[in-house]
């Protein structure tokens, strides 16, 4: 039960949702890239961050300093289906900044 109140309580968020998708769309990315194309604060964007790891949506790769955020794989059943429904939103996404590849990345 608690694992399912972790998930239903992640998803209600606009901010996560909006992450979820970006992240869902555009693969794995780095939390500077995220913080420049969400135009978020670091910790800000890392409690979302968490809190969606948490859920159970994302994982997490390390390389060096570098923080690297991905959907898990695989997927439960629950948890896909509401990645389903998301892709379905009229979301509008920000453009993609590759600060991780331009070697701007400061964190």
């Known amino acids: 039960?608690?694992?399912f109140l972790k998930t239903v309580a992640a998803l209600?968020?606009?901010?996560?949702?909006?992450?979820?998708?970006?992240?869902d769309e555009h693969g794995a990315l780095c939390?500077?890239?995220?913080?420049?194309?969400?135009?978020?604060?670091?910790s800000r964007l890392s409690r979302h961050l968490k809190i969606l790891k948490e859920a159970g949506f994302l994982?997490?790769?390390r390389?060096?300093?570098?923080?690297?955020?991905?959907?898990?794989?695989?997927?439960?059943?629950?948890?896909?289906e509401a990645l389903e429904e998301i892709r379905h939103l009229d979301i509008e996404l920000?453009?993609?900044?590759?600060?991780s590849q331009t070697g701007e990345?400061?964190?």
């Open 105 to 107: 990345c400061k964190i």
């Open 59 to 61: 994982r997490v790769d």
């Open 12 to 23: 209600n968020d606009e901010t996560r949702v909006l992450i979820l998708r970006f992240i």
């Open 94 to 99: 920000p453009p993609l900044q590759k600060l």
């Open 63 to 80: 390389k060096g300093t570098w923080a690297y955020y991905s959907i898990r794989s695989p997927l439960d059943r629950f948890r896909l």
């Open 1 to 3: 039960m608690d694992d």
């Open 31 to 42: 939390v500077c890239d995220l913080q420049a194309s969400l135009d978020m604060i670091q």
